[in-house]
């Protein structure tokens, strides 16, 4: 008895193929291996966050390069969108053209999307940060 319940549960994991060619239906097209995980997915470009919440990214960005603290990461959040965020300085200062520099990362939530953004900021004059570059990042 546990032999033929075993054998009979086994046959579950056999694909709909695999019996096929057991039973001799060589007939059919090949239709390629299909997984729900991956799919035909096409890469789509991701679109910059709009303006009016670019500039509550930026405030936060000059803010947590001001700290010169390690680790340091601040949220931002634009009340009239509802989007939100932090900024993350991901490296420490150097030189680039005679300015000091760093490095950072942006996340940009609203609503049920979330899409993150890397840039540069450099001190410009009077020590102000100035971002130089900020663009989609997707991580890999």
């Known amino acids: 008895m546990p032999l033929v319940l075993g054998l009979a549960c086994g046959g579950c994991s056999l694909s709909l193929d695999t019996l096929d060619a057991l039973g001799g239906k060589a007939d059919k097209p090949d239709r390629g291996e299909v997984t729900g995980s991956v799919g035909n997915a096409k890469a789509q470009a991701v679109a910059m966050p709009p303006e009016r919440d ?75 940060w100035e971002v130089r570059s900020i663009k989609p990042w997707t991580r890999s």
């Open 54 to 128: 670019l500039v509550f990214t930026r405030a936060a960005i000059h803010e947590a390069l001001s700290r010169d603290a390690k680790d340091v990461s601040l949220p931002w959040e634009n009340p009239e969108s509802g989007a939100r965020g932090t900024v993350t300085p991901i490296a420490n200062a150097y030189n680039q053209d005679g300015s000091t520099c760093r490095d950072f990362l942006a996340s940009y939530i609203n609503g049920h999307s979330e899409s993150w953004m890397r840039g540069e900021a450099c001190r410009a004059g009077q020590g102000k």
